[in-house]
């Protein structure tokens, strides 16, 4: 079979919509005809008839998923096409294939996404409205986004997913959300249902809404209890055994660690989890990895990264640095315990060039380890003494805390290697 867009990548994902192949341009049509191989879930490849596959082998998605990645490779140069629903480069296949096949490998022709049809519905203006899914994600990865006045559009799961996310919004004390429910949209049998949190939440569990939904959820301005994003939670929004990164220094730490999408957190130490948490929470994309030898407070940890809204958080039952080896390199350090020469050596090397370090001590020793640092390699040395109003008798006074040291770094690797060779 000859290809006659010549110039073209050999891997094209076209995104189709409730409509099917009646909503394909002519580009589309031409490449499903000159395909040799077709991917797509078994919705999609039933809607391709015989005489425009023209012989083309049909392919569904492997477990594991990898499987599919390697079997792409192997087709490099052959004309493929692949099948998604909708808008293939938000939240689907397209994005996925995107980190292994770029340039002139592949191309994407997309159909209006379920976001852009479901915020047309509404009148919401897409630059105004969170975009988030659960489809293949917990649940609890929509905690973080429940702030007030938010307007959030969040492809389900299935047909379960709007009552599961009414039930979670009533377990908040947001029972007064406004949710939409959008089915099989730009299809004959779309159909939008209105509701609230509270009414949705006593639906029937066989009464299911179809499984190709959008749900939009508005919520009110003014909600009694709820996070931000922006680093520094109240103490007591952890599960603790009293040692952990209370809530001025945790905000002073991240300033200085700044997390942004995408970037990998080692969090040594990690305790209940705080600081890691927080940098999660920061941004969907942001991951970590604490490490810590006791298992009460990892347990801890897990509680607070799942109450919280970042269940993907990785636990490791070990010391650094012995447990770190093998992990994924870090765009930032925490260290928040266990602190000695060895593992600051092992996070320093580790440490991806302009990446941030953020060490704490509170006994002299680690206080004068942390010197030393400073003295070596530069950075930032503060000490952060927090003291707060408590009752004294009839009035007031200021109690302080202990005093942490902090070291800050950020690491330049010609800077790094001067002082290595002196």
Known sequence: MINQHQNAPWLTVIGIGEDGLDGLGDLAWSLIAEAEVIYGGARHLAMIPDDLANGAEMRGWPTPFSNAIKALESLRGTPVVVLASGDPMYFGIGGTLSRHFQGNDMRCLSFPGSFSLAASRLGWPLDRTEKLTIHGRSIKTLLPHYLPGARLLVLSRDGASPKEVACQLCARGIADAELTILEHLGGEAE?????????????????????????????????????????????????????????????????????????????????????????????????????????????????????????????????????????????????????????????????????????????????????????????????????????????????????????AFIKSPRDLDEKHNQ
């Open 191 to 407: 159909r939008i249902v209105s509701t609230h949190a509270s009414i949705l939440a006593e639906r029937e569990e066989s009464d299911r809404f179809a499984d190709l939904n959008v749900l939009a959820i508005a919520l009110p301005a003014h909600l009694q209890n709820w996070y931000p994003i922006q680093p520094g939670l109240p103490d007591e929004a952890f599960e603790h055994d009293g040692k952990m990164t209370k809530r001025d220094i945790r905000a002073s730490a991240l300033a200085k660690l700044m997390p942004h999408p995408g970037g990998l957190l080692w969090d040594v130490g990690t305790g209940c989890g705080s600081v890691a948490i927080e940098w999660m929470r920061s941004h969907r994309t942001c991951r970590a990895i604490g490490i810590e030898p006791q298992e009460k407070r990892r347990t801890l940890a897990r509680h607070n990264a799942e109450c919280l809204g970042v269940p993907s958080f990785k636990l490791i039952a070990d010391t650094a640095p012995a447990g770190l080896e093998g992990q994924d390199t870090p765009d930032a350090v925490f260290i928040g315990g266990g602190l000695s020469y060895e593992v600051m050596a092992y996070c320093l090397d580790a440490l991806k060039p302009g990446g941030r370090l953020v060490a704490h001590a509170v006994t002299l020793g680690s206080e004068h380890l942390l010197l030393e640092m400073f003295e070596k390699h530069g950075g930032d040395l503060t000490r952060l003494s927090i003291s707060r109003a408590t009752p004294v008798g009839p009035y007031f006074g200021w109690k302080p805390s202990m005093p942490v040291t902090q070291w």
